[in-house]
């Protein structure tokens, strides 16, 4: 009974193609997000989706798309791969605005790797 | 803008000995305040959580931080530390208007190695 779970766990794939990493959460939370972890293990929040709507973009190339086809799932859509987006790839959900907890619950990540 | 410093990026330390992890933040609003855990290979977990209250946290696995708001700091300690400690700590500040929660800042995190 995972709760936020990512699949694939590992991506290797050639520059310039698309690749797509699904999430999905059972916690009943109305807010999902992508984050991205790089070589230095640096975290850096990317998209984040409350009821379909985007409410964050922190200044992530438009090669990377958000796609939530319902409030439990939020996949992340990549086109045209480069080498700098090889990285670790974590999503999280939380409950938003009517929840005092405010703690986002972490998926095991995806490890892409562009070569 | 807000941003989170975590002053040591590598803290070696003997199994049984105690630890701190320290952790700054800037933000011009008030904030809430994380320390998560990531074990090699693995997610993100939750270790602890400040909102408001009391500026001592108790977490899971017997860390515990302190809240100071005049040194903007959100330390993390443990008295005595096990092998099965060793892992990468980040440090994470969200701020909140009204009640809504903001963006989760994360600092560069600091690895903990735990020695026998």
């Known amino acids: 009974d995972t709760a936020v779970s990512q699949t694939p766990k590992y991506l290797v794939t050639q520059m310039g193609n698309d690749k797509s990493i699904k999430c999905e959460q059972n916690?009943?939370?109305?807010?999902m997000y992508w984050y991205k972890q790089d070589s230095k293990k640096f975290l850096k929040i990317m998209f984040s989706?409350?009821?379909?709507?985007?409410?964050i973009n922190e200044t992530v190339p438009n090669r990377f798309s958000p796609k939530s086809p319902d409030k439990a799932h939020l996949n992340l859509h990549i086109n045209s791969l480069e080498l700098g987006d090889s990285a670790v790839y974590f999503c999280?959900?939380?409950?938003?605005?009517?929840?005092?907890?405010?703690?986002?619950?972490f998926g095991p990540g995806t490890r892409l790797t562009v070569t | 803008a807000q941003s989170v410093t975590q002053l040591d990026s590598q803290v070696p330390v003997f199994e049984e000995a105690p630890v701190e992890l320290r952790c700054n933040y800037s933000?011009?609003?008030?904030?809430?305040l994380f320390w998560y855990v990531q074990y090699p290979n693995q997610g993100l977990q939750l270790l602890l959580k400040?909102?408001?209250?009391?500026?001592l946290v108790k977490g899971i696995n017997g860390f515990e931080a302190e809240f100071n708001k005049s040194q903007t700091s959100f330390h993390l300690r443990k008295p005595s530390v096990h092998i099965s400690d060793t892992a990468e700590y980040f440090c994470?500040?969200?701020?909140?208007?009204?009640?809504?929660?903001?963006?989760?800042?994360f600092g560069k995190g600091t690895k903990l190695s735990v020695k026998p």
């Open positions: 933000s011009s609003v008030s904030v809430y």
């Open positions: 916690l009943g939370h109305d807010t």
């Open positions: 989706y409350n009821n379909k709507e985007l409410i």
């Open positions: 999280a959900s939380s409950q938003f605005v009517t929840s005092l907890n405010y703690e986002q619950y």
């Open positions: 400040y909102l408001s209250g009391s500026t």
């Open positions: 994470a500040v969200s701020d909140h208007y009204g009640g809504s929660q903001g963006n989760l800042i």
